[in-house]
């Protein structure tokens, strides 16, 4: 089966500017998160979707906001970049959340 | 604040020995538990799932939990360099099984 794909896989921005991250889910697969992962921080919940819907919201400023599209594709997006938004952005899909994901290769995102 | 706490590492072990890798969680209500391996430069790959109280074994890899103890541990057997990476461990949110907690990660090293 083909895999959770993501795109951009690199980018680079600089402070204030805003970035849209994609994310296509196995297919079949309804939920899909996003993660952050940086070296000090570890792997951050963002959010979860599931049919068009966030369905969970982690601890991140509104900066950072998603959605689902009717055939699953997720996209998030980062308003007014700062440079701790410089990390590995992650989207995992699962057949109905929580369980058994599976994630993409991530975006990394670089901010000047 | 839900936390999962691993040793950092690194942990070394000659090729072909066990190794044993820890993890405890402080969400009591928390129902589904993780190990994702994450080679450096790529993104996390499940490995290995258990919900239940007890051993489950696939392969080289057993995991173990203990849910009175909010402990969970990955054992692998007859290391190869291979599975030289960080072993996350990952709990589901008591209440939100579309959301998990990472651990930081504890760095494997297989000696040849």
């Known amino acids: 089966k083909a895999g959770v794909t993501q795109t951009p896989r690199y980018l680079i921005k600089t402070r204030g500017q805003q970035v849209t991250l994609s994310c296509s889910p196995i297919?079949?697969?309804?939920?899909v998160s996003w993660y952050q992962q940086t070296p000090g921080q570890g792997l951050q919940f963002l959010f979860e979707?599931?049919?068009?819907?966030?369905?969970n919201k982690g601890n991140f400023p509104g900066r950072f906001s998603g959605r689902q599209f009717s055939n699953s594709r997720s996209e998030m997006n980062v308003s007014t970049l700062e440079l701790g938004d410089s990390a590995l952005y992650l989207c995992?899909?699962?057949?109905?959340?929580?369980?058994?994901?599976?994630f993409g290769p991530g975006t990394r995102l670089t901010v000047l | 604040q839900k936390e999962v706490e691993q040793n950092s590492g690194p942990l070394s072990v000659p090729e072909g020995a066990i190794a044993s890798l820890n993890c405890t969680y402080s969400?009591?209500?928390?129902?589904?538990f993780f190990w994702y391996r994450q080679y450096s430069g790529k993104s996390p790959e499940l490995i290995m799932f258990?919900?239940?109280?007890g051993d489950k074994e696939d392969g080289r890899f057993t995991a173990q939990l203990n849910k009175a103890s909010q402990y969970v541990s990955l054992l692998i057997r007859d290391s190869q360099p291979s599975d030289s990476a960080t072993y996350l461990c990952?709990?589901?949110?008591?209440?939100?099984?579309?959301?998990?907690?990472f651990g930081q990660g504890t760095t494997l090293q297989v000696k040849p």
């Open positions: 297919s079949g697969h309804r939920s």
């Open positions: 990952a709990v589901n949110e008591s209440g939100n099984t579309g959301k998990l907690i």
């Open positions: 995992a899909s699962s057949l109905e959340g929580g369980t058994l994901m599976d």
């Open positions: 258990i919900y239940s109280n």
């Open positions: 979707y599931f049919s068009e819907t966030q369905r």
């Open positions: 969400d009591r209500g928390s129902q589904s």
